[in-house]
Structures are given as structure tokens and as C-alpha cells.
């Protein structure tokens, strides 16, 4: 049974957590990315969290959303966001709005930080240094609101990643700072999971039985 904030004082591997945080939190990885990649009912959570983030979207004042190129598992958030989009078109019609646009991140070599560029279904498309693919020359956008990929998540909002720092380190220097949102599978709960001195919790974090974070 998957567990929920608030049901397990366990890690996800089932074991106690143990050995220094790095440690810790590369086990937890593991054992997330694991349980992710080899989901049985994976098509059926997928559609459960694409109806969330559209609930989400409903009442968002912005125009101009960055996400992610999904990898190792993760949820794709692109065909709702492409719906979003195309709702977008049909406000535009009637009332002039700015279009809506969609941005993937592209790293930097040399600080390691993200920009996003635009996105849409068939654009060009080019492999990044790690092998992921990212927008070939499409122009830079700015979102105000970003979609965070999460390998897990812990109490008060805080994210589970990968170890890079991308996402802290861009999120550092973006002002007005964009509102982050988590997508991840409800069983990714950490309930050990501490912020370190660097971490800044996400706004939200929407999963595939609802918003599991700010808590009603």
C-alpha cells in the first residue's frame, strides 16, 4: 500500500534512514526512481494527475509556464499544459490576451543554471550535454510559474531531486522569483525528508490524488 504524509516513519526503501544525509537521500533516489520506472498502473495515475494540474491551471493569471522533458519515469506534463495552451488561443480570440507559451529548460554550461525556450508539439528538438532533449534555437521565455520535476517530497513542500542543484540555482536568480509547483506520484512522500540550509520549499506540490501540498 502507498504510503501518505503522515502514515510512515520510514524511508521508502522500507528501511530505517541511516548514514550521512547524502547517503541517505541517494538511497532514497534509488528506491523512488525504482518504484517509478516499473509502475503497474502507471497509464491510470498519469490521468489522475493530468486532471489535477488542469484544475490547477484554471484560475492561473499567467501566460507564459515553464516544465520539463520528462525522464526515468517521470510524469509528463506537456499534454496538459498543451491544453492549457490551446485554451489559451480561444480566450485570445475573443478577447486579445497575449498568447500563451510553454518553456523546457535548456542548462547552462558554465553556471549551471536553466533558461527556458519555447516549446510546442513538433519543434525542433536537440539532445543537452546529459543526454536530454531540449528546444533547438526557439527563443527565451520567461515563466512566472514552473512545473518541478519531483523524485520525492517531503513536509512543508520540500523536493526531492536529483542532486544537481539546477533548479535552486536558477530559482536563486530569477526576480520576481516564479511560483514553483512539484508534480510527482502520491507514494514519493518522504516523511524524514529535512531541508538543508539551501533548500527553499516549492508553493505547491500536486501529485495523482490531489494537491498534497500546501496541506487544507
Same mark, same amino acid.
Given at each position: ?30 528506491? $523512488? ?15 489522475? +494527475? ?16 515553464? /516544465? !520539463? ?11 496538459? $499544459? ?31 543554471? +536553466? ?15 546529459? *543526454? ?12 512566472? $510559474? ?6 520525492? !517530497?517531503?513536509?512543508?513542500? !520540500?523536493? $526531492? ?7 535552486? %540555482?536558477?530559482? /536563486? ?10 508534480? *510527482? !506520484? ?7 525528508? %529535512? ?8 508553493? /505547491? ?12
Amino acid at each position: 500500500m502507498d504510503s501518505k504524509p503522515g502514515e510512515s516513519s520510514h524511508s521508502p526503501d522500507g528501511r530505517t534512514a541511516g548514514g550521512s544525509p547524502g547517503e541517505t537521500k541517494a538511497r532514497w533516489r534509488k528506491a $523512488l526512481i525504482d518504484k517509478r520506472q516499473s509502475l503497474p498502473d502507471r497509464l491510470w495515475r498519469n490521468d489522475q +494527475l493530468q486532471r489535477v494540474m488542469r484544475v490547477f491551471l484554471v484560475n492561473r493569471p499567467d501566460t507564459v509556464i515553464g /516544465a !520539463y522533458w520528462p525522464i526515468k519515469g517521470e510524469f509528463d506534463p506537456l499534454p496538459a $499544459l498543451f491544453r492549457w495552451q490551446e485554451a489559451g488561443l480561444e480566450e485570445d480570440a475573443q478577447s486579445q490576451q497575449r498568447h500563451r507559451r510553454i518553456g523546457l529548460p535548456v542548462i547552462n554550461k558554465i553556471d549551471k543554471t +536553466l533558461t527556458f525556450h519555447t516549446w510546442y508539439p513538433g519543434c525542433p528538438m536537440e539532445e543537452d550535454a546529459y *543526454g536530454i532533449p531540449k528546444p533547438k534555437d526557439t527563443e527565451v521565455v520567461v515563466p512566472t $510559474l514552473i512545473f518541478v520535476p519531483c523524485v520525492g !517530497y517531503g513536509p512543508g513542500g !520540500y523536493r $526531492l531531486g536529483y542532486g544537481g542543484g539546477f533548479y535552486d %540555482r536558477t530559482l /536563486a536568480t530569477l526576480r520576481p522569483r516564479p511560483v514553483t509547483v512539484g508534480l *510527482g !506520484y502520491d507514494f514519493a512522500f518522504v516523511p524524514e525528508l %529535512r531541508p538543508e540550509p539551501h533548500d527553499v520549499p516549492l508553493d /505547491a506540490v500536486l501529485v495523482d490524488s490531489g494537491v498534497a501540498w500546501p496541506v487544507d
